[in-house]
């Protein structure tokens, strides 16, 4: 299993950037961003697999970019032109070293989760 420490979360207005952090003391096949808004499902936002292929939901599609630092093994989703539906808990995941379709529909995919860190848009 992987330890997975989550930052980077806040309030910002509307149109303002974040970038969230996920140190990571493992490998993964498969790293992904999910989040949950309240009262709602835990729907994915982006993965990325470690030959470098990317996904992204629609919604954040032109405004999220999901990397990954090899040198710091870490994750990070930069978020820009934030909006208030982007209000939500943010959640790093991995699959760890099991093969993976890397997904951001299937949860079970993804053996370690983050702590989570709060988004908060406004308007």
């Known amino acids: 299993q992987i330890q997975l420490v989550e930052s980077g979360g806040g309030s910002v207005q509307a149109g303002e950037s974040l970038k969230l952090s996920c140190v990571a003391d493992g490998f993964s096949i498969c790293w992904a961003w999910f989040r949950q808004a309240a009262g709602k499902e835990r729907v994915g936002v982006a993965t990325l697999t470690t030959k470098g292929a990317t996904t992204y939901d629609s919604s954040v599609l032109g405004r999220f970019t999901i990397s990954h630092d090899n040198a710091k093994n870490t994750l990070y989703l930069q978020m820009n032109n934030l909006q208030p539906e982007d209000t939500a808990i943010y959640y790093c995941?991995?699959?760890?070293?099991?093969?993976?379709?890397?997904?951001?529909?299937?949860?079970?995919?993804?053996?370690?989760w983050g702590q989570g860190t709060q988004v908060s848009v406004s308007s």
């Open positions: 995941a991995a699959s760890g070293a099991t093969l993976t379709s890397c997904t951001r529909t299937n949860l079970d995919e993804y053996r370690d």
